[in-house]
């Protein structure tokens, strides 16, 4: 799996945002399979202040003592969900997002085992699932958001896995991850045909 996703990223250039905002870094883990990869999300907790009950990937603001977004990703993955940094091979980075709380948000694809056991941080992490990469390139969304941003509308898909809908920011990481990874051609400026 590294090594297709290394080739696939190699010539990939993320969008940066030139926004001078809080950061954050999240991980965009992938699993080691290469029958069925799967991507790890997690359910946050009803008791956060802020994006409560949703789904993301596992991240989190920047610490002045992080040495880099990288660092971030990989400190508040192993926070969130007990997975250290030494079982994350980093790949690349993805797009930059912006959260509608004002955090410039840098995504990191990381390949991880595909059997090692994660326990989420009760405080933060309600439950951690797996979905097939495979759901998502059928494009089988719930629905389609239109969302604004810098005078832009952004028509950005909400996936149903089980009981947990994925949608808004982390759906927006997920697509550019697809589109870039797997050609899905899923786009955000247009509002589907069907």
Not at 73 to 96: D, K, M, W
Not at 143 to 160: E, G, I, K, Q, W
Not at 185 to 193: A, C, G, V
Request: proline share 8%; hydrophobic share 40%.
């Amino acid at each position: 799996m590294r090594n297709l996703l290394a080739e696939r990223l190699s010539g990939y250039a993320p969008r940066q945002l030139a926004l001078d905002y809080p950061e954050a870094g999240v991980l965009v883990p992938v699993t080691n399979n290469h029958r069925q990869p799967e991507i790890i999300f997690t359910l946050r907790s009803d008791n956060l202040k802020t994006h409560r009950g949703q789904v993301s990937f596992p991240g989190g603001r920047r610490d002045l003592t992080d040495s880099s977004l990288e660092a971030t990703a990989l400190r508040e993955c192993h926070e969130e969900i007990g997975l250290p940094p030494e079982q994350v091979h980093i790949i690349a980075p993805l797009s930059q997002v912006m959260s509608r709380y004002g955090i410039l948000v840098t995504p990191y694809v990381g390949v991880v085992p595909e059997d090692y056991p994660l326990v989420g941080n009760p405080a933060e992490i309600e439950s951690i699932f797996q979905v097939p990469i495979d759901f998502f390139l059928e494009d089988q969304r719930e629905r389609t958001d239109a969302l604004s941003f810098l005078n832009h509308t952004f028509y950005v898909p909400c996936y149903r896995w089980e009981r947990y809908q994925i949608w808004g920011l982390s759906a927006v990481i997920l697509v550019d991850f697809l589109n870039a990874v797997y050609e899905a051609k899923i786009d955000l400026l247009e509002p589907p045909q069907r």
